[in-house]
């Protein structure tokens, strides 16, 4: 008999920027098909009410606001969805601020700012919870972990008009 993908009862998932737009939908998602649940965004109370909004789907969750900018605040969460849960199985990096302009407009350091905080950011964080090297107890083992991350940029030609 084949396992459903889809059924993530008893695992754990981690979606940063998982408080409104994209990342609550695949909170949702999660726990829709029997995933417990760690919100991160930058704003604590947006993560509450998705957590409650889990929780009303009777699974688990645990709401942590963080700036994955800042990575100072990495580690915490990473302790926090442990101590919580004793794993995360699933990583979903989609936190990131919106860039949006018409494409000759938007400068290289605009494109490094984005980069560092979608990418680097996506980087940093998956280094540090697959990484023992923290004094942070690594994820699920090796074979069941995944890492999805989520970069958007709307960049259009001049004279164009926004999608």
Request: aromatic letters at 8%.
């Amino acid at each position: 008999m084949v396992k459903d993908p889809f059924d993530f009862t008893g695992k754990v998932a981690l979606v940063t920027g998982g408080s409104r737009g994209l990342g609550l939908e695949i909170v949702r998602a999660f726990a829709q098909r029997g995933a417990d649940v760690v919100i991160t965004s930058r704003k604590v109370e947006s993560c509450e009410a998705a957590a409650d909004e889990v929780r009303a789907m009777g699974r688990r969750a645990l709401a942590y606001g963080a700036h994955v900018g800042h990575w100072d605040e990495m580690p915490g969460l990473v302790e926090a969805a442990y101590d919580t849960f004793g794993k995360v199985d699933i990583l979903v990096n989609n936190a990131g601020a919106h860039m949006s302009g018409a494409f000759e407009t938007i400068t290289d350091e605009m494109w490094r700012q984005d980069i560092d905080l979608k990418l680097m950011a996506a980087v940093r964080l998956s280094r540090l919870a697959f990484s023992s090297n923290h004094n942070i107890p690594t994820l699920a083992p090796a074979a069941s972990r995944r890492v999805m991350t989520c970069w958007f940029a709307l960049a259009r030609p001049s004279g164009s008009s926004a999608a």
